[in-house]
């Protein structure tokens, strides 16, 4: 039993604490730490007396179910990367032989793949069978407190032979980790919200966000994605205090907060001003709006994996965060070195752990404590190759300030470090592109920024066949790098490479000098790719956007990978882009699926249900002849107004006001958007000679159903679909009003979730504009407060105002002039909601 200061007290080799408050939240789902031991309980009842219990899923809450059963059954955990291919789950799987496989159904197909190279029959358990599955049985709260020196966990991280190597950890090099942050630094505390968003078969993740939250009594966010959109939601919702994450999601947050500061001038002069003055409550007050975009309530953020860009972490600490940063390596379980709260040196990972001793010999970093593993599982000679008296070599050259923070000057092994955290052997990817060995002759692999190139030497046939370089390259293009690309982990793609004839730089013993391999980028000087003309207004957008995020012209062959170098999270930035630009959802891991821009381009063009920016001359169009058969008109429907009328006077206190401003020529009424009785709500006060011509037009989603599209077509409601083909909606609007026709037509597009104006969208300005027919303003008060969106009652007595506004004629403005005046008129009329 530990007792620390401030009053914190743990049972110190118990791993999970039992509360009344959650543990776990996961979009709408709340978990208690409760229900999180039975839910361990039920998983725990899936099986019985095994020694290991692999796990192959993506981050889910059935995740850390499985995760917590196979402690609370005294078996070690095998985490295994869910982004692995099928070799390298049979690799695993064939070297530690984990009896119990628990596997989610979307890795499942590649699972059985594996178990197909497997010589065992394991035990497999489908995550999502259990789930949500009751586990009321289950009461009793699972005591897990093992035996402090067996293993834990084997962590599969790659090695010097190209094959990955587990690393052994003991419950012992946890608890050493865990007490640096929660007791020694007080880092982590109960009342901490830490999110959960990095894969968990990292031991950087699987111990900073599940396990020492957990531990600590704290509570666990999971973010559905690594999207920015779920990422920052979830951080919102959740009031989240500690950030944990990689060097690359923190630059790319930054990337985005940095362009919208330098976006203006105003923004850009208090970022200068706020790096000079150098305080944290100086910033945190003028970056209030960063911070509570963040969700409010961030006490650090704490980056691993990788070295954090020295920029990187200047401008955090000018915008008031703390960003603390740390050294080490799964062999440490995982942490050498920490920064201590309040002894920030950006560009450094801070100072010695407790209780681990580090030292600097022959320039490489060593350590020795109880936080290193116990070794590599069935590697004995590799071990002893790193593990020597104890102590630990990294491989990590580095030395201590006079201040004793520690500096890292490089790596003295081979193995590269991405700034997401994933270690990667470049002998293991030339092994694999030299088995194409009709095109390769030998390829040297190197580390640039965050991304893999390559230098190539063809064989000796491909020479001969292919004298023009172009040709040469674009078969090297195709036949090696894409396939490969096709078939290895995302984090293992080559994305750009040299061809070169000659032999590249060896060493006496055979092994490359890859430090001489960049070098070489030079020697090839191909000709530029010759310009495709393409006549798509979709190719246009995609490649405007593609231009802007990398900062480099784009062609139509261009490869999204290999030419553009799009990493993991730029092909999530591109996912949401299209999404939002042309409602067409590709997941990430799809997109490498397209060859070129062009391809995607053209899939876009046929799939899209929307497309923003899009230039067209509104004019010329609406002059186009188009079919329209306006919705038969029954009396009921006057009559139905009319009635409502009389019931709007009875149930609210209802008026309107300006019903002089009604012309009674053609006309569109733009009202504000509160409730969903504002049609009629409008409709109610016109005349029946008005009512007559006048005509709704519907969202096609909202009348789907075959009986509510009968009775649209006998009530004066023309149904649209005004995000799957603007123009020929436009087109059919504009009929209408050429056979005299009235139009309602709300400009902001969606009802108000606030009650507070929204803004419009420019249709009713194009409209009136080309077709010269005049605007009339309709201000609706008091709607949003009667029936606030989301509610299916409306709440009697309350104040509902209608005001017909003086008419807007269009003239020769422009469609955004026209668009804003209406609004300012609106507007100007509007009370705030509950006034």
């Not at 543990?23 to 309980?41: F, M």
């Not at 869910?82 to 699972?111: G, Q």
């Not at 911070?291 to 990788?306: D, L, N, P």
């Not at 500096?407 to 030339?430: A, F, Q, W, Y």
Request: net charge neutral; aromatic share 10%.
């Amino acid at each position: 039993m530990y007792i620390f200061d401030r009053s914190i007290t743990y049972t110190f080799s118990m791993f999970l604490q039992k509360k009344e408050k959650p543990a776990i939240v996961s979009a709408n789902i709340t978990v208690p730490y409760k229900d999180l031991g039975s839910k361990i309980q039920l998983y725990s009842s899936l099986y019985t007396s095994v020694d290991k219990v692999a796990i192959f899923s993506e981050n889910r809450l059935g995740w850390i179910y499985s995760f917590y059963s196979a402690w609370n059954n005294d078996a070690l955990v095998v985490p295994v990367d869910f982004m692995s291919t099928v070799n390298e789950v049979a690799y695993i799987l064939n070297d530690c032989r984990p009896e119990v496989i628990f596997v989610s159904k979307d890795k499942n197909n590649d699972l059985e793949q594996a178990l197909a190279q497997v010589n065992y029959q394991p035990k497999v358990l489908l995550i999502d069978d259990y789930e949500q599955a009751a586990c009321d049985a289950f009461d009793a709260f699972p005591v897990i407190e093992p035996d402090e020196q067996k293993t834990a966990v084997i962590i599969y991280t790659s090695g010097t032979t190209g094959s990955p190597k587990g690393v052994m950890l003991s419950f012992t090099n946890l608890l050493s980790n865990i007490k640096a942050v929660s007791v020694d630094v007080e880092i982590y505390q109960p009342n901490d919200t830490i999110l959960l968003l990095l894969p968990l078969h990292h031991i950087f993740p699987l111990l900073g966000t599940m396990i020492m939250p957990l531990f600590t009594g704290a509570t666990v966010a999971m973010s559905p994605s690594m999207a920015s959109e779920d990422i920052i939601k979830t951080m919102q919702d959740n009031k989240v205090t500690l950030l944990i994450g990689v060097p690359r999601l923190f630059s790319a947050i930054r990337k985005g907060i940095k362009d919208k500061i330098n976006k203006s001038k105003v923004a850009s002069a208090l970022f200068s001003l706020a790096e000079k003055i150098n305080s944290k409550a100086f910033s945190k007050l003028v970056f209030g709006t960063v911070h509570r975009k963040f969700g409010g309530h961030i006490r650090f953020m704490v980056s691993g994996g990788a070295a954090l860009d020295t920029a990187v972490g200047n401008d955090y600490k000018t915008l008031g965060f703390d960003v603390l940063e740390g050294y080490g390596m799964t062999e440490a379980a995982p942490m050498i070195t920490f920064t201590r709260p309040g002894h920030i040196k950006v560009g450094s990972p801070g100072f010695r752990l407790p209780q681990c001793k580090v030292e600097i010999r022959d320039g490489e970093i060593v350590a020795k404590g109880d936080n290193i593993m116990q070794g590599y599982y069935n590697r004995p000679n590799e071990t002893a190759e790193v593990l020597k008296d104890g102590w630990l070599y990294t491989g990590d050259l580095g030395h201590f300030d006079k201040d004793d923070y520690l500096i890292i000057t490089g790596r003295k092994k081979e193995i590269m470090i991405l700034s997401n955290g994933k270690n990667i052997n470049p002998v293991e990817i030339e092994q694999k592109l030299e088995h194409y060995a009709a095109f390769v002759n030998e390829v040297g692999v190197y580390q640039s920024g965050d991304q893999f190139k390559a230098i190539v030497v063809p064989s000796d046939t491909l020479m001969a066949q292919y004298s023009d370089p172009m040709e040469l390259h674009q078969q090297i293009k195709w036949k090696v790098f894409d396939d490969y690309n096709q078939h290895c982990a995302s984090y293992k793609k080559v994305t750009d490479f040299t061809v070169f004839d000659g032999e590249l730089p060896r060493t006496r013993l055979g092994k490359i000098q890859r430090f001489k391999l960049a070098d070489l980028e030079s020697v090839e000087k191909i000709e530029e790719l010759p310009q495709v003309q393409v006549d798509s207004r979709e190719f246009d957008i995609i490649v405007s956007y593609l231009e802007q995020e990398k900062g480099k012209r784009v062609l139509p062959q261009y490869h999204l990978e290999m030419d553009l170098g799009l990493d993991s999270l730029d092909k999530v930035s591109l996912q949401v882009f299209l999404k939002s630009s042309f409602g067409v959802d590709i997941a990430p891991d799809e997109l490498i699926r397209f060859k070129s821009v062009l391809a995607l381009s053209e899939y876009i063009q046929d799939n899209r249900s929307r497309m923003k920016a899009e230039k067209i001359d509104w004019a010329q169009i609406l002059k186009e002849k188009v079919n329209l058969s306006l919705p038969k008109t029954w009396f009921t429907g006057r009559f139905f107004v009319k009635v409502s009328k009389t019931f709007f006077r009875l149930y609210f206190r209802f008026r309107g006001k300006g019903l002089k401003n009604i012309p009674d020529e053609p006309c569109i009424i733009a009202p504000n958007h509160q409730s969903y009785f504002d049609g009629l709500f409008v409709a109610s006060f016109l005349k029946n000679k008005t009512i007559k011509n006048t005509y709704f037009y519907a969202k096609e989603k909202h009348v789907r159903q075959a009986w509510l599209k009968f009775l649209a077509n006998r009530n004066h409601i023309i149904i649209m679909d005004l995000n799957k083909d603007l123009k020929e909606s436009i087109q059919k609007l504009g009929e209408a009003l050429k056979k005299k026709k009235n139009l309602i037509i709300f400009p902001e597009g969606t009802r108000t979730k606030t009650g507070n104006l929204g803004d419009f969208k420019k249709t009713f300005a194009i409209l009136s504009r080309e077709l010269n027919v005049p605007i009339v303003p309709v201000s609706i008060n008091g709607a949003f407060d009667a029936l606030p969106k989301g509610s299916w009652f409306p709440r009697p007595f309350k104040t509902v105002i209608v005001e017909f506004l003086e008419p807007v004629m269009p003239g020769v403005e422009s469609y955004e002039t026209i668009s804003n005046l209406v609004h300012s008129k609106i507007s100007q009329q509007q009370t705030l909601p509950g006034k």
